[in-house]
């Protein structure tokens, strides 16, 4: 005990094949010395047997918080819907109490006679050794448990909030308490993490499938941001288990600003100097989430969506979870040039049938076409959304290219066209681009390419004109498509009856999607999509605001809602109010109609 410093009762390592941790006791006086007496279970853990020879030396040894556990042998008569150490959490600390351990340590207890074995894979607070103590909490290590089930849209009321649906049986068969939260923003507490895993392996809050209709289907609704961490696709298959979630101590992140996260794009001129955000602000988004290393999030402010790259996790694990006391740590921030949108299907409210039918028309036309030859029919080779502004046109064909593009499989290429940075003055130069863009998506197949007010360039006239001859270019384009060129071609209009007839007939834009305005329901959906990042007063009632709001359509919405938290900041200035205190109230909504109502203007930002 001297030459390692040691004194009674002290904790010491203990190294053989294994490292292990154990309480040091002096010999009796008549013991011999050099030698060290350890039972047979310290032995197993140090991967020793008598007569080894073993190093020792003094380490510190802090209370444990939590101990996560797994199995050897458990008589079935333990066990409790599966395996679940949780009921017996308590018992197993005054049972071990004092007991130093260290991770992958194997623990034995006694129950009425049985033997109760389980090795440690994880410890909290992360250190060289812990101490079982009476308050220290089990925590059940999640063994081979494993299902397969199909990636699908979430819920309005999940996106952002790092949640995962699946139904009742599959919460049994994986051990996991069934979870209901019909709240609108998911609990932060009572819910069990579970892991997915598509092309890569991300963790979410697991809840039970609120839908009846949506039971024993075997899916799993999960949204936007959690399918890209799981590297996965809506259809996609994903395996889950049931996950541990250590608390986390620390968390490092990398923030970016994207030209491409604007929810306007008439805010795309901000400055990164001008989003003056910190680790508090980060923490009223994460907290409650699971997260492990490489995991990306979207975290609104203002008018933009800040990007989050999760960088370094403490204590190292699978999965951690934020918590209040959890620190936050970033590591650096700058603004980034991304290609690719940074929206989802689930980004868009009250056009779920019209999400679905362009969907379904993107898929036919760029990876079923076999199916039209074997009917000896040609496949659709263009869309045309008709609707009037701010009813979701170009949103909504961003979300699905979006999908495309980040595809694990069959993804896409995305070309969109903007008639001004066509258009020439020299002759025979917007021809050439035309042909350009066709060349490439050829070369670049499957693509969507996409033509955003497409009535803009006018009709067929026979007068030479630069619009005509374009107009003829993009004609000829179309009708040199062949099946097996899978490209396919999306017109987006609010004035239909001024397109030229000729590029509506069989075999150009022939597949017409129509969107109307929101009814009351979708109204209420796209309130809540707009609101999501916002820091409502409990005063605001959706539901009435949605009645309120009967002539606007989505861009209309999306402007009343920014002007509501221009009335709650204008407010902060009147009253200084702090950052983290500011908060809209149904007042500012209210105002915000009530301009709307009077200036009769509406705000056509997304169409």
């Not at 292990?20 to 047979?40: H, M, N, Q, W, Y």
């Not at 990398?254 to 306007?264: G, M, R």
């Not at 800040?306 to 960088?311: D, E, F, H, I, N």
Request: proline letters at 4%; hydrophobic letters at 40%.
């Amino acid at each position: 005990m001297n030459s390692i410093s040691a004194s009674q009762d002290d904790t010491i390592e203990i190294k053989g094949k294994k490292r292990t941790v154990a309480k040091c006791l002096p010999l009796a006086s008549d013991e011999k010395e050099g030698i060290i007496r350890i039972d047979g279970l310290i032995r197993q853990n140090a991967g020793v047997s008598i007569g080894d020879t073993v190093s020792l030396r003094k380490v510190s040894a802090a209370n444990a918080q939590s101990v996560v556990v797994k199995p050897l042998e458990v008589p079935k008569d333990f066990l409790i819907d599966g395996w679940d150490v949780s009921p017996w959490s308590r018992y197993l600390a005054n049972e071990l109490d004092n007991v130093p351990a260290t991770k992958e340590d194997c623990l034995v207890v006694q129950h009425l006679g049985k033997k109760l074995v389980f090795q440690v894979t994880g410890i909290l607070p992360t250190s060289e050794a812990a101490r079982i103590v009476a308050n220290t909490q089990f925590l059940s290590y999640v063994g081979n448990i494993a299902i397969s089930l199909q990636a699908a849209e979430a819920l309005a009321k999940d996106v952002g909030g790092g949640v995962a649906r699946v139904d009742r049986e599959t919460m049994k068969a994986l051990g996991m308490s069934v979870v209901v939260v019909d709240s609108e923003l998911p609990g932060r507490n009572g819910y069990e993490v579970i892991g997915i895993q598509g092309q890569r392996q991300t963790f979410a809050k697991c809840l039970l499938l609120d839908d009846s209709s949506d039971q024993r289907k075997g899916i799993i609704r999960l949204d936007g941001l959690i399918r890209q961490n799981a590297g996965t696709d809506l259809g996609g298959s994903v395996t889950v288990r049931k996950a541990n979630a250590l608390p986390a101590e620390k968390v490092t992140v990398f923030v970016t600003l994207s030209k491409a996260n604007f929810l306007d794009e008439a805010d795309s001129h901000i400055k990164w100097s001008s989003i003056p955000f910190d680790e508090q602000y980060l923490m009223a988004f994460l907290e409650g989430k699971p997260v492990t290393k490489d995991y990306y999030d979207l975290v609104p402010y203002n008018r933009a969506l800040l990007g989050l790259q999760v960088t370094e996790i403490n204590p190292p694990s699978d999965v951690v979870t934020i918590i209040k006391s959890t620190s936050i740590v970033i590591l650096g921030a700058e603004e980034v040039l991304w290609a690719l949108p940074q929206v989802t299907s689930e980004d868009i409210g009250g056009l779920k049938e019209e999400i679905q039918k362009l969907r379904d028309a993107i898929e036919l036309s760029l990876d079923h076409r076999e199916r039209f030859q074997k009917l000896g029919v040609q496949a659709p080779r263009g869309i045309l959304l008709c609707g009037a502004p701010g009813t979701g046109k170009t949103l909504l064909v961003k979300a699905l290219a979006s999908e495309r593009m980040s595809a694990s499989e069959n993804r896409a290429h995305f070309i969109p066209i903007s008639w001004p940075s066509i258009l020439s003055k020299y002759l025979g130069e917007s021809e050439a681009r035309i042909r350009e863009v066709f060349k490439e998506a050829k070369e670049r197949a499957p693509t969507i390419i996409f033509i955003d007010n497409i009535h803009s360039i006018g009709k067929m006239a026979l007068d030479g004109s630069v619009e005509s001859r374009m107009l003829q270019q993009l004609v000829d384009s179309m009708d040199e498509l062949s099946d097996d060129d899978k490209v396919v071609v999306i017109g987006a209009t609010g004035k239909p009856e001024s397109i030229e007839p000729s590029l509506t007939v069989s075999g150009r834009l022939d597949v017409r999607i129509e969107l109307g305005s929101p009814d009351t329901k979708a109204r209420l959906e796209i309130l809540r999509i707009q609101t999501r990042g916002m820091p409502l007063h409990q005063s605001v009632n959706l539901e009435k605001l949605a009645e309120m709001t009967k002539d606007m359509v989505g861009a209309d919405l999306q402007h009343l809602c920014r002007e509501a938290a221009q009335y709650a900041w204008r407010r902060r200035d009147v009253i200084s109010e702090s950052l983290d205190q500011v908060v809209v109230t149904e007042e500012d909504f209210e105002r915000a109609v009530k301009s709307f109502q009077n200036t009769g203007q509406k705000n056509n930002t997304v169409t």
